[in-house]
Nanobody, 125 residues
């Protein structure tokens, strides 16, 4: 079991930066047992994949829409995964969620068992 708490959202102007954090508390398995992912959901749209990371941070994967602007990372000593978002655009506006799975990394929402509560990111033009 893992509980995820997301923080760091807010309002930013286009071109600005934000860093999201997702802090985990685990029982049974250690934090490093989980692959982690960030998704986002804009109003009226389906939840979409943003980035994922493997257990030790050695492998990451990004949606084309954020590649080169966003960076996912994790600190297993702090049980935390991060999403550094640079060069933000209005189309990045969404609620951002972190998610975890004890299986392997995936871009599908259906493969993740554990979800944080989401944080609003709003990018003004």
């Amino acid at each position: 079991q893992v509980q995820l708490v997301v923080s760091g959202g807010g309002l930013v102007q286009a071109g600005g930066s934000l860093r999201l954090s997702c802090a985990a508390s685990t029982s049974g398995r250690t934090f490093s047992s989980y692959a982690l992912c960030w998704f986002r959901q804009a109003p009226g749209q389906e939840r979409e994949f943003v980035a994922n990371i493997n257990w030790n941070g050695g492998i990451t994967y990004y949606a084309d829409s954020v590649k080169g602007r966003f960076t996912i990372s994790r600190d297993n000593a702090k049980n935390t995964v991060y999403l550094q978002m640079n060069s933000l655009k209005p189309e990045d506006t969404a609620v951002y969620y972190c998610a975890g799975t004890s299986i392997s990394r995936s871009t599908s929402v259906h493969m993740y068992d554990y979800w944080g509560q989401g944080t609003q990111v709003t990018v003004s033009s």
